[in-house]
């Protein structure tokens, strides 16, 4: 029997001879050993079990687990350390092992020693001492592949006469998918297609797989938006049976459960959203009481009522975790009968409603609270701009509702900022599209008060339903619950931005007790200046994630010590969660099960991630499609918005969208990259090219494939 035959036909003796051989060399003193002397250790004397010895001490050299000398005996090998952990693939020269086993930093692989990874696979790795003049604390090279991140990839097919190959439009994807062509799945040349990889032979340079599915003619807007979907393995369209079971729901709402609820239908209601937007996941009421209070109440679609646990609506919710949005289209978490209709607060309407209702007085301050399940009926429905309008001119429906509300929300948004909330703001920016999704101009949002005082009051519910589960129960012991969390920034990043700020002329003090305060007063300092967005992003940058978790733990950047996510269950599973918790605590019900809550808010946590980079993906198709329309020559002003290695990315003032210039394609001069201080510097001329800098550029070359703009210093 071959050793081959062997492993294969008994994985499990392999692993017990491997873990027995390992055991032998734990100790760092133990003396190099023979394949003799280890089967007599071992007792093994069949011929057979010396064979399948053999192939497990060669497993455990593939490992990094043993070294075997020239002389024939196996070591432990000296001053080397193997890791497990995820792959990422920054580019085709070079990636990084995310090391969680120690606080010692990411490993740092040359893409020649990937093996065959790619990104988001688990691999173990082989460590090193890094090179510390290149800021490498540690180097290494992967030495097995444990779990591949992902086997599917979307890409454009590509036909030569005896084969086809994928070019993958992920941008972390550095090898293309080479096809047999009985597996094209009749693809035809320069169409996006889903393909899925079958074997990667080790000597081989490229990736073996099979078309499943033919997406369509690459360019096309839908099938464009499709294959972002896939990239970022993010579903585009429902299950049969989802759809089906969401028809199944009934509209009506019955008096039985009418007269469960407290009834708010009688107080004046509306719903703020955006101009287009399909579904209204939320609406304020608002009221003067005798004592000359206002009672606001923040109302949210009662999902869970038509959601139930262990059903296929569920199972999907929580597959999917979040709607997506991407430039030109919203991919709902839930099927439409529920987004847009059954959980939709549509004006004149009846609606079932979770509701978070406060009384404030003049000051904006909480003198009561109550939570619990409402029925409600919008009077209207507004788009932002009427009520900014409404703010602005004082007149129009629910004018004095309007100004109420606004100014309310004015001073829950001082105090906020009083308590060391952070007042970043990025510039997003939205498309105008025509009928065939095709970007005619690009266009900055503007966040203006009506966009401030939705905010705030859903900032308000989400803090304090947190508060409220949290110290439901005296004591350490509190019920699980889940809480949107944001850490305090790394000190090394936050001392590395206080530097190059100072660069600019601005002087911060970030130490713990007031780095909000510091980061509020330059966001002040900042203003109109030409280094305000640079900074700004430079800043958002040293922050941490925000995540979901089970601990009740702070949100930096809002500056609460709990907070939590109830104000959107029609677009996020987590505020489902929250419903349902906050329902069962409510209820007088008993903790529930922390891991599995935990494990639930680290998946959520995963597919917001995706669900964000997918929408980075769907602007940055769009502003590479607006681009390419643009006229051929013309000179662009343009911000220098990161350095790197090997160049400099560049924001264009006037349409918002980055390009990338080269190092090697700035010709006055051989230039170096200092990333330490964000520039790039010549050889002999010194001139300097630091990030917030001022440069004209014009377009050499835009890739739709790779969504990637390169530009020319002009």
């Known amino acids: 029997m071959s050793k081959k035959k062997t492993h294969q036909n ?67 090998p000296a001053g080397t350390k193997t890791i497990v952990g995820k792959v990422d693939f920054v580019n085709a020269r070079f990636g990084y092992i995310l090391n969680e086993e120690n606080d010692s930093g990411d490993i740092w692989v040359s893409g020649s020693r990937m093996k065959n990874a790619l990104d988001g696979d688990t691999v173990r790795a082989r460590i090193y001492e890094g090179d510390p003049r290149k800021g490498r604390k540690l180097e290494g090279e ?28 992920s941008r972390k994807m550095h090898q293309d998918i080479f096809i047999p062509l009985e597996k094209v799945k009749d693809a035809k040349d320069g169409e996006k ?116 646990p262990n059903t296929l609506l569920e199972r999907e919710a929580y597959r999917r975790a979040t709607s997506v949005y991407l430039v030109d289209r919203v991919v709902p978490m839930l099927p439409e009968k ?23 007085d003049e000051n904006a301050n909480v003198k009561n609270q109550w939570f619990g399940k409402t029925v409600t009926h919008s009077d209207r429905r507004f788009a932002y701009e009427e009520v900014q309008e409404i703010i602005e001119t004082g007149e129009g429906d629910y004018s004095e ?63 304090k339903v947190a508060e409220f589960v949290y110290f439901m129960k005296k004591g350490k012991v509190k019920n699980t619950f889940v809480y949107r969390i944001h850490d305090h920034p790394n000190p090394d990043k936050l001392t590395a931005f ?62 609460y010590k709990h907070y939590t996510h109830f104000t959107s269950p029609i677009r996020r599973y987590p505020d489902m969660m929250v419903h349902r918790l906050l329902e069962h605590y409510l209820n007088g019900g008993k903790t529930v099960n922390k891991i599995l809550y935990q494990e639930k808010c680290e998946h959520a946590s995963e597919m917001e991630k995706m669900a964000a980079d997918a929408e980075r993906a769907s602007i940055k198709y769009k502003q590479v499609e607006f681009m390419n329309s643009m006229e051929e020559g013309k000179i662009y002003e343009g911000i220098i918005s990161g350095v790197i290695e090997h160049g400099i990315f560049v924001e264009m003032v006037e349409t918002k969208c980055e390009g990338f210039v080269r190092i090697s394609e700035i010709e006055d001069d051989y230039y170096e990259a200092d990333l330490d201080n964000y520039r790039l510097i010549g050889k002999k001329n010194k001139r300097m090219f630091t990030l917030g800098d001022k440069v004209n550029v014009t377009i050499k070359r835009t890739d739709l494939g790779r969504r990637t703009i390169d530009l020319l210093l002009a």
């Open 10 to 76: 008994d994985p499990e003796a392999l692993e017990f001879f491997k873990q027995k051989a390992a055991s032998l060399f734990k100790s760092s003193k133990s003396k190099p050993l023979s394949q003799k002397q280890i089967s007599k250790k071992l007792n093994i004397r069949n011929p057979a079990d010396k064979d399948l010895l053999n192939y497990a001490l060669t497993q455990l050299e593939k490992e990094g687990v043993l070294e075997r000398h020239k002389d024939g005996t196996w070591k432990k």
């Open 142 to 169: 992967v030495i097995e592949v444990l779990e591949r991140g992902r086997d599917t990839f979307v890409g454009t097919i590509e036909f030569s006469p005896r084969f086809a190959f994928v070019i993958p439009d």
């Open 193 to 308: 297609v889903i393909v899925k990889l079958a074997e990667w032979p080790s000597k081989d340079r490229s990736p073996v797989g099979e078309v499943v599915t033919v997406l369509g003619e690459a360019g096309s807007n839908d099938v464009e938006m499709h294959a972002i979907m896939v990239e970022f393995g993010l579903p585009y369209e429902f299950p049969e049976k989802v759809l089906k079971a969401a028809d199944k729901i009934s509209e009506e709402i019955s008096e039985e459960e009418i007269s469960k609820r407290k009834d708010m239908r009688g107080i004046t209601t509306f719903t703020i959203d955006p101009h287009d937007a399909k579904d209204f996941d939320d609406a304020l009421s608002v009221r003067k009481l005798d004592n000359g209070n206002w009672e606001v109440g923040i109302h949210i679609a009662d999902v869970t009522h038509y959601v139930k």
């Open 338 to 360: 529920l987004s847009n209709k059954l959980c939709s607060l549509r004006p004149h309407e009846d609606k079932l409603t979770f509701s978070a209702v406060f009384e404030l």
């Open 401 to 463: 509702e309007i100004k109420v509300l606004n100014e309310l929300a004015h001073k829950l948004r001082a105090d906020r900022f009083k308590k060391g909330s952070i007042a970043f703001e990025t510039v997003e920016v939205k498309f105008r599209l025509d009928e065939n999704g095709k970007p005619l101009e690009v266009v900055p949002k503007i966040r203006k008060d009506a966009h401030k005082l939705i905010e705030d009051f859903m900032l308000l519910a989400n803090r």
């Open 498 to 559: 206080a530097v190059f700020a100072g660069k600019f002329g601005h002087v911060l003090n970030l130490k713990d007790a007031n780095v909000a305060d510091e980061l509020n007063t330059l966001v002040t300092e900042l203003e109109g200046k030409p280094e305000q967005n640079v900074l700004q992003s430079l800043a958002i940058r040293t922050m941490a994630k925000a995540t979901y978790s089970t601990e009740p733990e702070i949100h930096f950047g809002l500056a």
